[in-house]
T-cell receptor, first 120, second 112 residues
Framework: GAVVSQHPSWVICKSGTSVKIECRSL??????MFWYRQFPKQSLMLMAT?????????EQGVEKDKFLINHASLTLSTLTVTSAHPEDSSFYIC????????????????FGPGTRLTVL | DAKTTQPPSMDCAEGRAANLPCNHS???????VYWYRQIHSQGPQYIIH???NNETNEMASLIITEDRKSSTLILPHATLRDTAVYYC?????????????FGTGTKLQVIP
């Protein structure tokens, strides 16, 4: 299936700094990507929908000024956690769909391997 | 999207079939049943999905009841690598554009 990569796979930063996480679709184009957050022993929670060339759509309760999303190309979306604090420590996962595919079963969303953020 | 109910955890002996149930009694006629799994510290992996007919692929089989209010994911010969959290999700779109809303899932432990 299609491959989605994330970089970095893990990051440790000091409180108050900003961290950028990249999500790339390696062998397909994705006009839409999704960002999720997962706390330990909890399920994935959708944070926002990233749309290429336009503003992201944030879920209720997610601060758009704190979690900046940029989807500047068809293969790259970035999530920047600004002024990170320990409570932002989490597992961040993105997903993407092949924009050029139809609606066949194999054209499902593909998830990245995740990025583990630890804020000290 | 309709809500789903899954048992929090299950054990299965290696080599045996793992049958993971899911209740979705409020499913609508145009909603699909999807299954994903998440191995520890990895991103979710798509397994299978269906509307009303039973489906089978190289990973698993999906059995949907005639009234569509419940379904069962079957891993025919479970291996240790199948240990993961399995999520049952119902949603309208089959094209992948819609967001995926995850519930709490079933933690499957395959035992040697």
């Amino acid at each position: 299936g299609a491959v989605v990569s994330q970089h970095p796979s893990w990051v440790i930063c000091k409180s108050g700094t900003s961290v950028k996480i990249e999500c790339r679709s390696l062998d397909f184009q994705a006009t839409t990507m999704f960002w999720y957050r997962q706390f330990p022993k909890q399920s994935l929670m959708l944070m926002a929908t990233s749309n290429e060339g336009s503003k992201a759509t944030y879920e209720q309760g997610v601060e758009k000024d704190k979690f900046l999303i940029n989807h500047a190309s068809l293969t790259l979306s970035t999530l920047t956690v600004t002024s990170a604090h320990p409570e932002d420590s989490s597992f961040y996962i993105c997903s993407a769909r092949d924009s050029l595919a139809g609606t066949q079963p194999y054209n499902e969303q593909f998830f990245g391997p995740g990025t583990r953020l630890t804020v000290l | 999207d309709a809500k789903t109910t899954q048992p929090p955890s299950m054990d299965c002996a290696e080599g045996r079939a793992a049958n993971l149930p899911c209740n979705h009694s409020t499913i609508s006629g145009n909603e699909y049943v999807y299954w994903y799994r998440q191995i520890h510290s990895q991103g979710p992996q798509y397994i299978i999905h269906g509307l009303k007919n039973n489906e089978t692929n190289e990973m698993a089989s999906l059995i949907i009841t005639e009234d569509r209010k419940s379904s069962t994911l079957i891993l025919p010969h479970a291996t240790l690598r199948d240990t993961a959290v399995y999520y049952c999700i119902v949603r309208r779109d089959s094209g992948g554009y819609q967001k995926v809303t995850f519930g709490t899932g079933t933690k499957l432990q395959v035992i040697p």
